[in-house]
Nanobody
Framework: QVQLVESGGGLVEPGGSLRVSCAAS????????MGWFRQAPGKEREFVAY????????YYANSVKGRFTISRDDAKNAVYLQMNSLKPEDTAIYYC????????????????????WGQGTQVTVSS
């Protein structure tokens, strides 16, 4: 059973930066695509970023492109999300997730294509 634990969330002022981390256990994730999603109060969970195996490619939601960077450290079985130029609309619970290995035909931005989720870490952007 894969367990994911996010950390690094908190309160930051608009324009500030924050890095959230995700530590995995139960399985070596070097052969898995990894993603970050977020959910704001009263809204549906939405895709933020995705990184392929061996970090060959990364993909971002338009709303965070140019501001957020996803990365991974397979030696530490971890994935990260560096968030810069934060805006109040970035306020949400951020979830780390592992993409299912079986091909489904769904895009990386579809939450249904992910099989393991962390408990989330709260990020609040406010002055």
């Amino acid at each position: 059973q894969v367990q994911l634990v996010e950390s690094g969330g908190g309160l930051v002022e608009p324009g500030g930066s924050l890095r959230v981390s995700c530590a995995a256990s139960g399985r070596t994730l070097s052969s898995d695509g990894m993603g970050w999603f977020r959910q704001a109060p009263g809204k549906e969970r939405e895709f933020v970023a995705y990184i392929t195996v061996s970090a060959i490619a990364t993909y971002y939601a338009n709303s965070v492109k140019g501001r957020f960077t996803i990365s991974r450290d397979d030696a530490k079985n971890a994935v990260y999300l560096q968030m810069n130029s934060l805006k109040p609309e970035d306020t949400a619970i951020y979830y780390c997730t592992v993409r299912a290995r079986a091909y489904s035909g769904r895009p990386y931005s579809d939450a249904r294509d992910y099989e393991y989720w962390g408990q989330g870490t709260q990020v609040t952007v406010s002055s």
